[in-house]
């Protein structure tokens, strides 16, 4: 591997553990500053953008575990999506 592959690899583990280190699931969040409320109208209008940044930290965090294999990143990953097909990515979700 190249000297620049390494370095985004060690850069990406770097993200992943900080991402990782914040991770506090919820039943309205997988972490405390992209809480997922659709109740009220307010929460509504953000719930997208919060959904979809939600999703780009858990790629960060699969495309750190494709490298290092940590188990502690595996278990995030599939707690979170657990959390968020349970709660808002399923069949009967209602669209906002």
């Not at 039943?27 to 719930?47: A, Y």
Request: hydrophobic share 40%; charged share 15%.
């Amino acid at each position: 591997m190249g000297l620049g592959v390494q370095q985004f690899i060690a850069a990406l583990d770097h993200y992943a553990t900080q991402l990782l280190a914040t991770v506090q699931l919820s039943g309205h969040s997988v972490w405390p500053d992209l809480i997922l409320d659709n109740k009220p109208l307010e929460g509504q209008k953000q719930l997208g953008a919060k959904l979809y940044q939600t999703y780009l930290r858990l790629f960060q965090m699969a495309r750190a575990y494709r490298f290092s294999n940590n188990q502690q990143l595996q278990t995030a990953l599939i707690n979170s999506l657990t959390l968020l097909n349970r709660n808002y990515y399923h069949q009967d979700a209602v669209e906002c």
